[in-house]
């Protein structure tokens, strides 16, 4: 039985771990492409935009709907983000264009190319660890430890914090089961930012070629960006960069291990790194939405959103849209075209999108090279959130080639 969406809050975490998720957005698809999530508790209503077609045109039209007042269910429906107009993603107009284009600099491929060298550098040493062991959590054994890396790397965080930046991150974006509180979260992101404003505060006095050094110091319309600024898109960079590609990695050995047809095409090399890295993204897409508030009426798929209006577009539906995607629930890693919104669209389009695509890829390589066979040895654990998709834990055995 596929859930009735007009039952259903999917403001709430608990709702992604109860239904059919691939059902539900089937149905939603179908029926309700443009759906309306009546209010709920102390939350006010929101769009829930399902097709891929309609997704895109909301993440194009930054006129009609903004950035600046929160770009995920949480912030939105509190009805503002404490970051507005001083983090990249919850910006718009031209702040938005001339930070991106200050945060660009740091993140050009020939800068990124001798940093995607260490992350495979770094991946086959951890699977190399973990093969040797036979048996371990991918999820915290692997994954864990990659993009936090790169992007301490890029940021020049010292070695010895990342692990409690980790932990911070997961507290922040998703929280690991209903009993971690909201208050957790809170302290979680308080502590983020106090760690970024201590060592913005010493690449101010003592810069060095790191991304942060380049936003504490950098120059914005001629005046250098105010302290607050630096902090908040320190903290988006850690949070964007760790999270999400961690999920993907995890997903791709599920994936792999489910889907041996699949496994054998990577391995034979039927298949390209590119293209399995792209089915790959598509597949577990771990930012399932982004959103916006309409600052003017709009339509959107037939329907009219009033100003003030929340919207949500749900990526982890639009990637499986059968009007773009053949087959759209065969895990296909020669899959072409591909045109996933695993990265966002338009303006506010990923910026880290080469290193996600640098994780996975590795991972996927890394596999390939070292492992023979996939096993997964016991129930991989699920976050619970409404945001990101993905696995707190993962045990499998991986056998070497
Ligand atoms: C934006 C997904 C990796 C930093 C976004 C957006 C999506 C996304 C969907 C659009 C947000 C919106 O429209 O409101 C992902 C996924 C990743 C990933 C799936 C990995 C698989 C990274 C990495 C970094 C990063 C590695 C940093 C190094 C950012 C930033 C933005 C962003 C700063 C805001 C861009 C803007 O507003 O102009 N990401 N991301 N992300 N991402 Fe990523």
Not at 28 to 51: C, I, K, M, Q, Y
Request: proline share 5%; with cysteine; charged share 25%.
């Amino acid at each position: 039985m596929i859930a009735d969406p007009a039952t259903l809050d999917l403001a709430d975490p608990q709702t992604f771990l109860d239904v059919d998720l691939p059902g539900l957005w089937r149905r939603l698809r179908a029926e309700s492409p443009v759906h309306w999530n009546e209010p709920r508790g102390d939350n006010p209503g929101f769009w829930v935009v399902t097709r891929h077609a309609d997704c895109v045109a909301a993440y194009k039209d930054n006129k009609n709907l903004t950035s600046e007042r929160g770009n995920v269910l949480t912030t939105l429906l509190q009805g503002h983000d404490s970051a507005s107009g001083k983090m990249l993603a919850v910006s718009d107009g031209e702040h938005h264009r001339a930070v991106r284009n200050l945060m660009l600099k740091s993140f050009s491929p020939r800068f990124l190319e001798s940093v995607a060298e260490q992350v495979k550098a770094r991946t086959r040493a951890l699977l190399a660890e973990v093969i040797e062991r036979g048996s371990c959590d991918f999820a915290t054994d692997v994954a864990d430890h990659i993009p936090i890396n790169t992007i301490g790397d890029l940021m020049d965080v010292p070695a010895a914090d990342r692990p409690k930046l980790v932990d911070w991150n997961n507290r922040t974006l998703s929280r690991i089961s209903s009993e971690d509180s909201q208050m957790d979260e809170w302290l979680a992101r308080n502590e983020i930012l106090l760690y970024f404003t201590e060592l913005a505060d010493q690449r101010r006095r003592n810069p060095g070629d790191d991304v942060l050094s380049a936003l504490a110091n950098g120059l914005v319309d001629g005046r250098p960006l105010p302290e607050d600024e630096v902090v908040f898109n320190s903290y988006s960079l850690i949070l964007g960069a760790d999270e999400s590609s961690r999920m993907s990695s995890i997903g791709a050995i599920l994936a792999l291990a489910e889907n041996t047809g699949q496994w054998r095409a990577l391995k034979n090399g039927d298949v390209s790194i590119a293209s399995a890295t792209e089915e790959v993204l598509r597949w577990t897409t771990p930012a399932m939405h982004f959103g916006r508030r309409a600052v003017a009426d709009v339509e959107l798929g037939g329907q009219l959103i009033r100003d003030g209006d929340v919207v949500t577009m749900w990526n982890s539906s639009a990637n499986f849209d059968e009007d773009v995607f053949d087959d759209p629930a065969r895990f296909d890693l020669g899959r072409t075209p591909n045109r996933h919104i695993a990265f966002g669209f338009g303006p506010h389009f990923c910026l880290g999108a080469y290193l996600g695509r640098a994780h996975v890829s590795s991972v996927l390589e890394g596999l390939r090279d070292l492992v023979s066979e996939i096993h997964v040895e016991g129930p991989p654990t699920r976050l619970y959130s409404n945001f990101v998709y993905g696995y707190s834990s993962l045990p499998v055995r991986l056998s070497p080639a």
